[in-house]
């Protein structure tokens, strides 16, 4: 970014012409273009003029050996080819989510007003009647514990799914709650919170849980899914691999929206959400 740091300054006495050329960035070190791009197709940005160009047009380019490497490419190397062939600007780097998340399929401004809510259909399919609130919850103290809200709208049995607010707070479940009253009903709301919340609490302390905590609020709160087996005393989450493939599927569906004016939080984190070399999620952004 010292290219802009140092550049862009140049034209401020005088006037002048700042013109930059790249593509996708490939390494950490060029992101910073490939967020001025996605600023620019956000409408963050509108002082310039953006022109968007592609190898495919470049008539010196041998069209059938280019499909051909490109193939090659997709398979040994799918994030250069989704840089070099697809054009797109991801930032550099293994991330969980973040090839499907498209801001005009998965974005919008706010819930829309005629979207059928069949958020209590939903929950009472899944044994829990009475509820038409849905509130998912990962217990973390630092850097925060995380929590969104979702309305499920259209056909209840594949419906399309906005996120439609989000809390992050440090330190102990209570404090999470506190703020939490302000946000929520707590007659109306159920909970799916990780199940290792199950048997320890944000600091990782075993004994009073973190669903105990919630309890003893008188919020209700349930693992994702029933102990499955004989073994140890507490349900487990599903497998990793089936939860990323969930979210993913419906990012590439368009049945899953962030409303921006109360979860834009959310957007980032499935953007920036990045994974180890053994495909877990890791760093802050990994828990919204």
Same mark, same amino acid.
């Given at each position: 970014?010292?290219?802009?740091?140092?550049?862009? +300054?140049?034209?401020?006495?005088?006037?002048?012409?700042?013109?930059?050329?790249?593509?996708?960035? #490939? *390494?950490?070190? %060029?992101?910073?273009?490939?967020?001025?791009?996605?600023?620019?197709?956000?409408?963050? &940005?509108?002082? /310039? @003029?953006?022109?968007?160009?592609?190898?495919?047009?470049?008539?010196?380019?041998?069209?059938?050996?280019?499909?051909?490497?490109?193939?090659?490419?997709?398979?040994?190397?799918?994030?250069?080819?989704?840089?070099? &062939?697809?054009?797109?600007?991801?930032?550099?780097?293994? =991330?969980?989510?973040?090839?499907?998340?498209?801001?005009?399929?998965?974005?919008?401004? #706010?819930?829309?007003?005629?979207?059928?809510?069949?958020?209590?259909?939903?929950?009472?399919?899944? /044994?829990?009647?009475?509820?038409?609130?849905?509130?998912?919850?990962?217990? @973390?103290?630092?850097?925060?514990?995380?929590?969104?809200?979702?309305?499920?709208?259209?056909?209840?049995?594949?419906?399309?799914? &906005?996120?439609?607010?989000?809390?992050?707070?440090?330190?102990?479940?209570?404090?999470?709650?506190?703020?939490? &009253? %302000?946000?929520?009903?707590?007659?109306?709301?159920?909970?799916?919170?990780?199940?290792?919340?199950?048997?320890?609490?944000?600091?990782?302390?075993?004994?009073?849980?973190? =669903?105990?905590? =919630? #309890?003893?609020? *008188?919020?209700?709160?349930? +693992?994702?899914?029933?102990?499955?087996?004989?073994?140890?005393?507490?349900?487990?989450?599903?497998?990793?691999?089936? *939860?990323?493939?969930?979210?993913? %599927?419906?990012?590439?569906?368009?049945?899953?929206?962030?409303?921006?004016?109360?979860?834009?939080?959310?957007?980032?984190?499935?953007?920036?959400?990045?994974?180890?070399?053994?495909? *877990?999620?890791? %760093?802050? =952004?990994?828990?919204?």
């Amino acid at each position: 970014e010292d290219v802009l740091t140092y550049g862009a +300054p140049a034209i401020i006495d005088k006037g002048g012409l700042l013109l930059f050329a790249g593509n996708p960035a #490939r *390494r950490r070190k %060029g992101v910073w273009f490939t967020r001025i791009v996605k600023a620019i197709e956000a409408g963050e &940005y509108d002082k /310039g @003029q953006f022109c968007r160009l592609s190898a495919a047009d470049n008539p010196d380019v041998d069209a059938s050996a280019r499909g051909d490497i490109g193939e090659l490419m997709r398979l040994v190397n799918p994030e250069a080819h989704r840089a070099d &062939y697809d054009g797109l600007f991801v930032e550099p780097g293994q =991330f969980a989510y973040a090839e499907h998340f498209d801001e005009r399929r998965n974005q919008a401004d #706010r819930l829309p007003d005629i979207a059928p809510d069949v958020t209590a259909i939903v929950i009472r399919r899944c /044994g829990v009647p009475g509820l038409d609130r849905l509130n998912g919850a990962d217990f @973390q103290s630092w850097p925060f514990n995380a929590g969104v809200s979702l309305v499920a709208t259209g056909d209840a049995s594949d419906p399309t799914w &906005y996120v439609t607010g989000c809390l992050q707070r440090e330190g102990e479940e209570d404090l999470f709650l506190d703020d939490a &009253y %302000g946000l929520w009903d707590q007659r109306r709301t159920l909970w799916i919170g990780d199940a290792s919340g199950t048997w320890q609490d944000a600091q990782h302390v075993r004994g009073r849980s973190s =669903f105990d905590k =919630f #309890r003893a609020r *008188r919020w209700r709160i349930e +693992p994702p899914q029933k102990k499955r087996s004989d073994r140890g005393e507490h349900p487990a989450n599903p497998a990793r691999e089936d *939860r990323i493939d969930l979210v993913n %599927g419906l990012l590439r569906r368009g049945k899953l929206i962030v409303c921006m004016d109360a979860a834009a939080p959310v957007a980032e984190a499935l953007q920036k959400c990045e994974v180890d070399a053994k495909g *877990r999620p890791k %760093g802050r =952004f990994a828990h919204l």
